[in-house]
């Protein structure tokens, strides 16, 4: 990443890789968390490659591995993350929001709306390197019905050019049907490009009068239509405006979820998403952090975030 993106983590201007491999030795050998955390948060991601590659070069040990020993709890979750690249990252949150009992159905939807399908296609890649497990397969048998029918479709998703004003009618036309129908939702919204689908959206709420979330609130209304209305909600949200659907995602501060998009999008476009998210509660996402989280996961949590706003 470089200083023009919108990500809140920059390089670190005078990047020593071998100094940091002694200084974290150094560190390992008194125990001192709080320096490994200093050095290992004040360095990018390519940085952090870098330096895990250079300390194997230096140490003929594994650094992730290392880290596994001296940390603990929620800071060795965190940390370990950030060690990762960013498909590894999203890799390994669609492992964890399929595996064990239950399935995590918001993370599964945030990853796959919000990626591009070159970037899925990249994370399905590692996904099956990773894990010897074939992502498709896995979504298949962990989610079921008219929602495994959209994240199929959204692992699939392509651009086929189209026609705002016929994407709009043929919306509003299964709108009008007393029986809700998904298909139409699936070949429009998993198949045009993002600018497309913005114009078919803004066109779609000035025609019914009302923002389309609350129009598939009320179509896809019932306890059996629950997961695919939140898929499509979400899906609608992710498209509309991405930074304000973060936003709001991590607006409860639950922290697996904080963290997930945090550590997910820190060099991408945190700092969007920072407006946003002081827009949508009026509060800055930095105050939020110190209110929330305690120690040296807030530390780290507010280090990613960077700054007040």
Not at 66 to 78: A, I, M, N, P, Q
Not at 94 to 113: H, S
Not at 194 to 209: F, K, M, S, T
Not at 278 to 304: C, H, M, N, P, W
Request: aromatic share 4%; proline share 3%; glycine share 4%.
């Amino acid at each position: 990443m470089n200083w023009s993106t919108m990500g809140s983590v920059r390089p670190f201007p005078v990047f020593q890789p071998e100094k940091d491999v002694s200084d974290l030795q150094a560190a390992f050998e008194q125990k001192d968390v709080r320096t490994v955390v200093r050095i290992l948060m004040s360095r990018s991601n390519n940085q952090r490659q870098i330096l895990a590659q250079t300390y194997r070069t230096v140490t003929q040990q594994d650094l992730r591995v290392r880290l596994e020993t001296v940390l603990d709890g929620g800071v060795k979750v965190l940390i370990l993350g950030l060690m990762m690249t960013p498909n590894d990252f999203e890799a390994q949150r669609l492992r964890q929001a399929m595996e064990g009992l239950g399935t995590d159905e918001e993370t599964l939807l945030e990853i796959m709306c919000l990626r591009s399908a070159e970037q899925l296609s990249d994370i399905a890649a590692v996904y099956a390197k990773e894990y010897q497990r074939d992502l498709e397969k896995d979504l298949t048998s962990e989610t079921s019905g008219d929602l495994r029918e959209l994240l199929l479709a959204l692992l699939k998703k392509m651009h086929v050019s189209g026609n705002v004003d016929q994407d709009v009618r043929v919306l509003c036309e299964e709108l009008n049907n007393s029986k809700a129908d998904v298909k139409p939702w699936l070949q429009i919204l998993t198949m045009r490009d993002p600018d497309h689908l913005r114009n078919v959206l803004i066109h779609l709420e000035a025609e019914r009068g009302q923002p389309v979330t609350a129009e598939l609130e009320k179509h896809f209304g019932g306890l059996l239509n629950r997961d695919i209305r939140l898929g499509l909600q979400v899906l609608v949200s992710s498209i509309e405006d991405p930074h304000l659907y973060l936003a709001q995602r991590i607006q409860p501060m639950k922290e697996s979820v904080v963290q997930g998009v945090i550590v997910s999008h820190s060099e991408e476009d945190l700092l969007a998403v920072r407006v946003a998210f002081k827009k949508k509660t009026g509060r800055s996402l930095y105050s939020t952090i110190q209110d929330t989280f305690e120690g040296d996961i807030q530390q780290i949590l507010l280090a990613l975030c960077r700054s007040e706003d």
